[in-house]
């Protein structure tokens, strides 16, 4: 919301400086996002006096004229312009200006003669539409002054971000409540006087409703004799410091009426709407089947089922709204016009403006909601305006449907209770001035009030509501700052949170960074990585994406961790360690609402610390995610853990497994697919992944670890290397070897796989270094050969191998 600091002062007095007003409507909620300077891009355009008027000698609609602009001689300009004369004053940019439209004011040749500037018209400034020629100035206008500073055009406007429940802030009249109520001022609303004429209105329009769940309320009135024309300057530069390009008077006055009251009207050229009895009728309605619309913008719209119109005799005529219709639009031969102010249904207005992809000021505002008591305030607002611009007389009465009235709400409010939430001693005076500046009507005794909320305050249904009003207004740097209440209250992390930090601590210390990556996912994630859902799994389809390629909500953190890989390695980070614990969803067919699963993941990509700058590095791969998850595994405490050789579309044959704890799949680990990888343009290498689940991470683990004394006798180290058929896995040799040695095997560690000379094709030789120790004396050469042999013996017969000579 665009608010012009003119336009506010007219509303209520303000005497605060810009900076301090800022501030306070920055801490009542309605944040300042940006303060424009107005006026500030016509600098270089100044009052000009015409001296002389030439016909250009090799044109015939041009004209040479010679202008004072207060310099040191008079400037040639040649003109195009045909309502001048010489004597007249005029807007004159001069060279090396830059003017609203972008254009730059150049010394150029014009048929021959050199022009040093340009007279201009309204449209050409910025302030109004009238392009038929030069803006003329009054005769005592002082030349060489700064038009801007001559027109009064210096304006500063503050962008408002406007919270989706105060639509009463998406008008000028709404704002100015606001500051009034932190300023203690009281806000003026704009006088109407209306004289009506002719023929009632009545005896010419008549209007139906035909769901009034859909359109609460539908007014109009008539102006009969308009003279459709450019708008005033007044109106125009109003107009234009709200961000809207000026049209012409009639759409400028509706404009500037929505603006200024927040409730969008529309304006019909009522000749051209059909007759039903000699009337012009009406009719709110759903679309029909098949039935188009050309909108304003020229486009032809079908309509679906449930599109809300406008509507007469030959068909839809407006989109109920968002958007006007081409056949009934107000042209320059425009001599009666019928306006509308209606209270449309939000839900409705939503969905037609965003499937037609037609967001404006109008559509926003119906969707927050509007006044529907307001309407026809709003209607003789627009109508006095219209008759003061483009003439006309207004015709007696308004056609006014109103099937659901809205009722103020009534709302009991206790002092006590307030100052009790508040930790405040504010007063009845106090209490009661704050909600009456807001707009709010306040009775009762001192303690017990009664207030009665306005219907443009929709937000505000209960006590607590008027409370929060009360302590924004009066600032909550003026609440004093208590301790909450109560004895022996200790804060601190839960149990889950606690684990949480130590998991997080030790992905940190095994070398990965955190990030944090979109909760949203592109509905192509899923082909690209291969996922597969579960047979009644499903993605969960956002109703409202901020884009299409986001539209999911995520089911793996990997599409979000790859894309930061993928992006790091184009900006030249050739390593990338990351993490992310974050949640994933899903659904299934029938349920409500989604599932929702916390994981941890992680990426590694390209090497450890490289020493140098021709230093390749050791490429990252399975092996080093292994460890990254058994660094966790083991922080956890986790006792009860172990990787399966696994095979997952999304990950590399033989490089990938699942992770299990108690038996328990809880997630998976592995090299990422090149196909994955080239599918999100990830070049450089390989990548490492893994992704586990929260919840049964954090159950297994312990936070308290048994103590093992350490070992008073020396252990014996033996290398055994075993050769197996491919097929087997190291982790099932490794358990044979375990259960071979029993307790008095104390480490078994795999450090070496090997295929090639000496070992048979279709085998492979697992290597592992085993340490041997007894925990009541040192082991002797006899005890160690007879255990080793056992070893050897058992495992290799357990998984069909044999010792490597």
């Known amino acids: 919301m665009r608010v012009s600091m003119k336009w506010l002062r007219e509303l209520v007095d303000v005497e605060l400086p810009l900076e301090a007003l800022v501030d306070l409507l920055d801490m009542t909620g309605t944040k300042v996002e940006a303060v424009h300077a107005i006026g500030a891009t016509l600098e270089g355009v100044v009052v000009g006096l015409i001296l002389t008027k030439k016909r250009h000698?090799?044109?015939?609609?041009?004209?040479?004229?010679?202008?004072?602009?207060?310099?040191?001689?008079?400037?040639?300009?040649?003109?195009?312009?045909?309502?001048?004369?010489?004597?007249?004053?005029?807007p004159v940019a001069v060279v090396g200006t830059t003017l609203p439209n972008g254009v730059t004011i150049k010394k150029a040749k014009l048929r021959g003669i050199v022009s040093e500037g340009m007279n201009c018209s309204a449209t050409e400034l910025g302030i109004g539409s009238d392009a038929s020629g030069l803006f003329i100035l009054p005769a005592d206008a002082p030349v060489g002054v700064p038009f801007a500073q001559y027109h009064g055009m210096a304006d500063t406007v503050l962008e408002l971000e406007v919270t989706p429940n105060r639509p009463d802030c998406l008008s000028m009249i709404g704002v100015a409540r606001e500051v009034g109520?932190?300023?203690?001022?009281?806000?003026?609303?704009?006088?109407?006087?209306?004289?009506?004429?002719?023929?009632?209105?009545?005896?010419?329009?008549?209007?139906?409703?035909?769901d009034p769940s859909l359109c609460s309320r539908y007014t109009a009135r008539l102006v009969r004799g308009v003279k459709v024309g450019p708008s005033p300057a007044w109106l125009a530069e109003r107009v234009a410091a709200t961000g809207t390009r000026p049209i012409n008077n009639v759409v400028d006055v509706t404009n500037l009426v929505m603006f200024e009251l927040g409730q969008p009207l529309h304006a019909f050229d009522a000749a051209t709407l059909g007759l039903q009895s000699g009337k012009r009728a009406i009719s709110v309605r759903l679309a029909l089947p098949g039935e188009t619309l050309t909108t304003l913008d020229g486009q032809e719209r079908a309509l679906a089922a449930d599109t809300l119109v406008i509507s007469d005799q030959s068909g839809a005529v407006a989109l109920a709204g968002v958007m006007g219709g081409a056949a009934t639009e107000v042209t320059g031969s425009t001599v009666d016009v019928l306006l509308e102010s209606a209270c449309f249904d939000p839900a409705s207005t939503g969905r037609t403006s965003r499937r037609l992809a037609l967001i404006s000021e109008a559509s926003m505002r119906f969707e927050r909601g509007v006044d529907a008591n307001g309407c026809v305030d709003v209607l003789d607002r627009a109508a006095s305006l219209l008759v003061e611009v483009a003439g006309g007389t207004v015709a007696p009465g308004v056609i006014d449907e109103y099937p659901r009235p809205a009722v103020p709400a009534v709302v009991p409010l206790r002092i006590s209770r307030l100052n009790a939430l508040l930790g405040t001693e504010l007063d009845r005076a106090?209490?009661?001035?704050?909600?009456?500046?807001?707009?709010?009507q306040v009775d009762g005794p001192a303690d017990e009030l009664t207030v009665t909320v306005p219907t443009f305050r929709p937000d505000l249904g209960r006590e607590v509501d008027l409370i929060e009003e009360v302590v924004r207004v009066h600032g909550m740097g003026l609440v004093p700052s208590t301790l909450p209440a109560g004895r022996g209250r200790v804060g601190g992390l839960t149990e889950d949170q606690e684990r949480?930090?130590?998991?997080?601590?030790?992905?940190?210390?095994?070398?990965?960074?955190?990030?944090?990556?979109?909760?949203?996912?592109?509905?192509?994630?899923?082909?690209?990585?291969?996922?597969?859902?579960?047979?009644?799994?499903?993605?969960?389809?956002?109703?409202?994406?901020?884009?299409?390629?986001?539209?999911l909500l995520r089911f793996s953190t990997l599409p979000g961790l790859i894309r930061a890989v993928a992006d790091n390695r184009r900006k030249g980070v050739a390593d990338v360690h990351l993490y992310e614990m974050g949640s994933v969803w899903w659904t299934a067919p029938g349920r409500?609402?989604?599932?929702?699963?916390?994981?941890?993941?992680?990426?590694?990509?390209?090497?450890?610390?490289?020493?140098?700058?021709?230093?390749?590095?050791?490429?990252?791969?399975?092996?080093?995610?292994?460890?990254?998850v058994e660094s966790l595994v083991e922080e956890l405490g986790i006792a009860r853990f172990r990787l399966r050789a696994a095979d997952l579309p999304h990950l590399q044959p033989g490089r990938s497994a699942e992770v299990l704890i108690g038996g328990d799949v809880v997630g998976w680990l592995g090299e990422v697919h090149p196909s994955v990888l080239a599918s999100y343009g990830c070049a450089g290498g390989p990548v490492a992944a893994f992704e586990l689940q929260l919840k049964p991470l954090l159950k297994a683990a312990r936070d308290v670890r048994p103590f093992t004394d350490l070992p008073r006798f020396p252990g014996v180290k033996m290398d055994l290397a075993i050769v197996v058929p491919d097929g087997v896995p190291a982790e099932r040799v490794e358990q044979a070897v375990r259960s071979a040695g029993g307790k008095l095997l104390d480490e078994v560690r795999l450090f070496d796989a090997y295929r090639g000379e000496g070992v048979a094709p279709g085998h492979t030789s697992l290597a592992f270094a085993l340490v041997y120790r007894h925990p009541d004396h040192t082991l002797t050469d006899e005890e160690v050969t007879a255990l080793h042999e056992k070893v050897v013996r058992k495992a290799t017969s357990a998984v069909g191998g044999q010792l490597r000579g």
């Open 592 to 628: 409500k609402q989604p599932k929702e699963r916390a994981v941890v993941a992680g990426v590694l990509a390209g090497s450890w610390n490289r020493t140098g700058w021709n230093d390749p590095g050791v490429a990252l791969d399975l092996s080093d995610m292994k460890g990254v």
């Open 181 to 210: 109520a932190v300023t203690g001022r009281i806000a003026r609303v704009p006088s109407t006087s209306l004289t009506e004429s002719g023929e009632a209105v009545e005896a010419s329009v008549s209007v139906a409703i035909e």
């Open 430 to 440: 106090r209490v009661a001035g704050i909600l009456e500046r807001l707009g709010l």
């Open 57 to 90: 000698p090799d044109a015939e609609t041009l004209w040479v004229t010679t202008v004072d602009v207060g310099g040191e001689r008079p400037l040639t300009i040649v003109c195009g312009g045909q309502n001048f004369e010489a004597g007249d004053r005029v």
């Open 500 to 551: 949480r930090e130590r998991a997080g601590a030790a992905l940190r210390g095994a070398g990965l960074n955190e990030a944090i990556t979109w909760s949203f996912a592109d509905p192509t994630d899923a082909e690209r990585i291969g996922w597969v859902f579960g047979p009644d799994e499903r993605p969960v389809r956002l109703l409202n994406p901020m884009s299409g390629d986001q539209s």
